[in-house]
């Protein structure tokens, strides 16, 4: 018996969005991080805990819904 498995596939855009969740664009803000990390050793007490560490590490990552990326208008240029 012989299986018929593709490796790669075509999709549509469309389907590649349902696929990557969209456009949804993901940065890291340095300065939030170091400014919530230097706000709890100036103070709070010496030294951070690591749920403090946490926070401040979750805190600064930023999430953007980006309808118009470059994704999206790499096709339509003139």
């Known amino acids: 018996?012989?299986?018929?498995?593709?490796?790669?596939?075509?999709?549509?855009?469309?389907?590649?969005?349902?696929?990557?969740g969209g456009n949804l664009q993901v940065s890291f803000n340095l300065d939030t991080y170091l400014y919530i990390l230097g706000a709890g050793v100036v103070f709070g007490n010496?030294?951070?805990t690591p749920d403090e560490i946490q926070f401040a590490w979750e805190s600064a990552f930023v999430f953007e819904y980006a309808p118009n990326s470059r994704r999206g208008r790499r096709g339509n240029r003139r």
Do not use: K
Request: zero cysteines.
């Open 1 to 20: 018996m012989e299986e018929n498995n593709t490796l790669f596939q075509a999709i549509t855009p469309e389907e590649s969005a349902v696929v990557s």
């Open 46 to 48: 010496p030294g951070l």
